[in-house]
């Protein structure tokens, strides 16, 4: 299982972008290695912590709990970064 971590807040015009890439990207795999991918979404305005870490950089993605990307999300990228997660 490929951990997908979106991490923004409410009402970030980015994050909503990275969010539909994210959506996109994930309906478009293979359908077995879509899935095996949980995407979780987590607002920096409920975690103090996430807030201290993040805020300057929102959107952030992280997989498998490693950054992927911040501010900006490439679609092709993220795609390449799934497939090669979910190869044995």
Same mark, same amino acid.
């Given at each position: 299982?490929t951990?997908?971590?979106l ?6 015009? $980015?994050?909503d =972008? &990275?969010?539909e890439?994210? %959506?996109?990207?994930?309906a478009d795999l293979?359908?077995?290695?879509a899935? &095996?991918? /949980?995407? %979780?979404r987590?607002?920096? $305005?409920?975690?103090? /912590?996430?807030?201290d870490?993040?805020? %300057?950089?929102i959107? =952030? =993605? $992280?997989?498998?709990? &490693?950054?992927? /990307?911040?501010?900006? =999300?490439s ?8 497939l090669d /997660?979910?190869?044995?």
């Amino acid at each position: 299982m490929t951990t997908l971590t979106l991490i923004g807040k409410p009402e970030c015009h $980015l994050c909503d =972008v &990275a969010e539909e890439i994210v %959506e996109t990207v994930v309906a478009d795999l293979p359908d077995d290695v879509a899935d &095996a991918v /949980a995407v %979780e979404r987590v607002s920096i $305005l409920e975690d103090p /912590a996430l807030y201290d870490r993040w805020w %300057e950089k929102i959107p =952030v =993605v $992280l997989i498998d709990g &490693a950054l992927h /990307a911040h501010w900006r =999300v490439s679609a092709d990228r993220l795609r390449d970064a799934l497939l090669d /997660a979910g190869r044995p």
